[in-house]
């Protein structure tokens, strides 16, 4: 194994890491919100830190292989691949950071009826099923799985598009709930960016997964040949 490759396994490991830690945060703000459990809220928002601390050397990694080892061809897409998706997913973490923070600044639960009436419970599923499918194909090269993100984020869109029209007879109670029906607005609108931003990680496993296998396919084809 030479140092490139050495060097590409650790990045791979590590962008496992974060697409793991990045999955638990979704799912633990999940269930701080439905539970309106601060003290969850609070770890939530400490391991933001440790996410920023991953996300950073991610990048000083892929900085540091195009630097010492010029990559080329399948490698230099995967490292390139890689700085993106990073980008994106320290995105996601934020997103669900900032519900998270949302909790924190509240004395009193969301509404029931209105988590239930926008189906903010079931965003957060249909986010972790797309991180789900993002994980498997990512650790099995599968642009298949990939591609089946793109049908769930419409389904995020809708959501989206329907809350609106759902809070709007809302917008005349009192302040303080005004301001938690913002918050939940506000939250609904991150998960809906969240889909976008995972469909961006599907699109670079997609882009480094195809030229993998279309450089296998020529390797077939010239032994083929010989």
């Known amino acids: 194994m030479t140092h490139l490759d050495h060097e590409i396994?650790?990045?791979?490991?590590n962008m496992?890491?974060?697409?793991?830690?990045?999955?638990?945060?979704?799912?633990?703000?999940k269930k701080a919100l439905i539970e309106f459990d601060k003290d969850l809220a609070t770890e939530i928002r400490e391991t933001e830190k440790r996410i920023n601390g991953i996300e950073l050397q991610i990048d000083s990694d892929c900085e540091n292989i195009i630097a010492l080892y010029s990559p080329v061809a399948v490698d230099l897409r995967f490292v390139l691949s890689i700085y993106k998706m990073n980008s994106d997913l320290e995105r996601i973490a934020d997103n669900v950071d900032a519900i998270a923070s949302y909790i924190?600044?509240?004395?009193?639960?969301?509404?029931?009826?209105i988590?239930?009436?926008i189906g903010i419970v079931e965003m957060f599923n249909v986010c972790l099923n797309m991180l789900e499918?993002?994980?498997?194909?990512?650790?099995?090269?599968?642009?298949?799985?990939?591609?089946?993100?793109?049908?769930m984020d419409k389904k995020l869109n809708?959501?989206?598009?329907?809350?609106?029209?759902?809070?709007t007879p809302h917008f005349h109670d009192e302040p303080e709930n005004?301001?938690?029906h913002l918050y939940v607005l506000s939250a609904v609108r991150k998960l809906e960016r969240n889909g976008d931003l995972i469909k961006n990680v599907a699109e670079e496993i997609i882009f480094y997964v195809e030229a993998l296998v279309l450089k296998h396919k020529g390797k077939r084809k010239r032994?083929?040949?010989t």
């Not at 924190?104 to 009826?113: A, G, H, T, V």
């Not at 993002?134 to 089946?148: M, S």
């Not at 809708?158 to 809070?167: N, Q, R, S, T, V």
Request: charged share 35%; net charge negative.
């Open 115 to 117: 988590i239930s009436q």
């Open 133 to 151: 499918n993002i994980i498997e194909a990512y650790e099995n090269e599968d642009t298949n799985l990939a591609r089946k993100v793109y049908a």
């Open 9 to 13: 396994k650790r990045l791979k490991s």
């Open 178 to 180: 005004l301001k938690k």
């Open 223 to 225: 032994s083929e040949n």
């Open 104 to 113: 924190l600044k509240q004395d009193q639960e969301f509404s029931k009826e």
């Open 158 to 167: 809708k959501f989206d598009d329907e809350a609106i029209g759902i809070l």
């Open 16 to 29: 496992l890491k974060m697409l793991l830690n990045v999955e638990s945060q979704v799912e633990k703000t």
